[in-house]
């Protein structure tokens, strides 16, 4: 693929612009707060639409454009069971707490439910977490700018990772958000025209069905069993392992997207962040998957001269033989259809979407490090310019071991994919301990201990010991899954019913608190104030049900 | 700062190179487009260019 200069032209504009709200930010900064929490003072549109784009990274782009290749369909479930119910549950239940209790973290919100001990095991986990993710990330965006514009590994990492820094130290979580919602803007506007030009030279979505196997086009349909579909999965599996388990536990407890809805003005708002981003995030799926689901069906048709008007990209997999390389489906499409010009828009859409997810994750990394390991552990009682100056040198710190992370990520590949499975599935038991601790006032501290702990490991255990498209299993083999995907989902149903089960049991031995100590933070012991003076369509109940019919329509459309 | 202003400048700006490009090189095609893409889609990001600046205009004219 190569670009011209008016490629160059709007990737560079894009890089002032970004530069240029960081600046214009940078005058709003006084105080720790300003600078890791917005202050709280973000209009809900954009705490919505940056909700969204925290977790749209450009591993997120290309790998959905992948998985619409290799499953279809499925993929989907990703966004109307893995993340809406989620979201609107998040908006509903718990945002209450989480803004009304003034905690400006999630762990901070852990350790007033609860003790010290769960909010700097969470705080620990979570701060390892985001780095390695922006890390791998980082690295899935140099090698994937190496193989098809043939740019340099280290110049494009290290270019696109500069101007993150600069931005978020600059403005800080506010600079981070409205560049978020730039970059979901610019991720629409350049991969929405692919979706349409690939689906319409496939001859519409009637033509793509035509020519696919009615498993890659129906996403319910061949559920029934684990043989019967690309994914290996089952009905069981996707509705309680990734429609309730995996996505309640990122959605709603994973501090990257929380944050955003604690920056907004007000509780109202808060609320609404979740709600109101759902209907953006719905129809996601037809910018970012379907172009991969198109490109199978463009592999089949002749062109001229008797070649496929598309070739699947390909690499060298185990044991000498060919496989399609997925994540080049998306960029090869991109040379296929595009023209300069809106070449340039597509790839800066993917500058974007790596943008967007790197500063997500050294935003929510600073917060967690400043507030829970160094106000919490390292020095308490500074005055409030010590903890700024911090937060802004965290920031430095957060950047440049990420790019240390993209580098091991590169050398080892196995460590990542031990890696990935942790990420996966480290909220899982995240959102027993919440659920408990959120709704049931009797759980205790050592309770919802213990069975954070004994979930994460367990985990960690059963990975161990189970085998899926020859991953895991380094300790032994125990169990075979038909596919790595349900071999996540199990593990995070085990994980999640292990976390739940512990905190119950543990509970039921220790001695819980008193209950005017956990006014705010409990369902029951807690007044949610009535939405007085908000228009009914700006009700979250409204919203909610609104967002549930969409939902529910695009699955039965779709089934 | 409203967001609006510098997004809205943005994709106006966008929306003109690429509406340029439809109009001044309207064969410009990549191996699959059957279309004039930067023409059509860089009349999209105008619109929503100047729908955004239009908008907050409207908000800075209320609260004044």
Known sequence: ????????????????????????????????????????????????????????GAQELIGMAASGAKYGIMTAHFYWIGAIPAMVFMGLFMMPFYYGSKARSVPEFLKMRFDEKTRGFNAFMFAVMTIFSSGISMYALGLLLHLVLGWNFTVSVLATAVI????????????????????????????????????????????????????????????????????????????????????????????????????????????????IGAIPKMFLPFIVILPGIAAVALAQMAGAGGAHLYELPMKLGVGGVHVPDYDQVLTTLMGKFYPAGILGVGLTGLMASFMSGMAGNVTAFNTVFTYDIYQAYIRKGEPDRHYLKVGKMTTIVGVALSIGAAYLAGYYNNIMDILQFVFGVVNAPLFATFLLGMFWKRTTAHGAFTGLVTGTFGAVLLWCFTVAEGKGGVLGHLHTFPSTMAQNFWIA?????????????????????????????????????????????????????????LAVILNIWFA | MDLRVPSGWFFTLLGVILVGMGLFAPDARAALTDFNVNLYSGGAMLIFGVFLLVMARLAAGRSR
Not at chain 1, 8 to 17: E, G, H
Not at chain 1, 22 to 51: C, N
């Open chain 1, 164 to 275: 993150v820094l600069a931005y978020t130290y600059l403005g800080g979580l506010t600079s981070a958000i409205y560049n978020e919602v730039l970059q979901f803007f610019l991720i629409v506007a350049g991969f929405a025209p692919l979706a349409i030009l690939s689906c319409a030279k496939a001859g519409g979505w009637h033509g793509i069905v035509s020519r696919l196997p009615s498993n890659m086009t129906h996403s319910w349909t061949h559920l029934g069993s684990t043989s019967q579909n690309p994914m290996g999965v089952e009905v069981f599996g996707v509705v309680a392992g990734l429609g309730f388990v995996l996505s309640f536990g990122y959605w709603c407890t994973n501090f990257l997207v929380v944050q955003r809805a604690m920056a907004a003005d007000s509780m109202s708002a808060a609320r609404r962040t979740p709600l």
């Open chain 1, 1 to 56: 693929m190569k670009l011209a200069p008016v490629d160059y032209v709007i990737l560079a504009t894009y890089f002032a612009m970004v530069l240029g709200i960081g600046w214009m930010l940078r005058k709003k900064v006084f105080t720790s707060g300003d600078f890791l929490t917005s202050g709280r003072a973000v209009p809900v549109w954009i705490t919505s639409l940056a909700f969204i784009a925290a977790n749209l």
């Open chain 1, 493 to 549: 149903i085990v994980a999640f019913t292990t976390c739940f089960l512990v905190t119950i049991l543990v509970t039921a031995f220790t001695p819980p608190r008193q209950e005017s100590e956990l006014e705010g933070l409990v369902y029951g012991l807690t007044k949610i104030r009535h939405e007085e003076g908000v228009k009914w369509y700006q009700r979250p109940v409204v919203l909610a049900v609104f967002v549930l019919v």
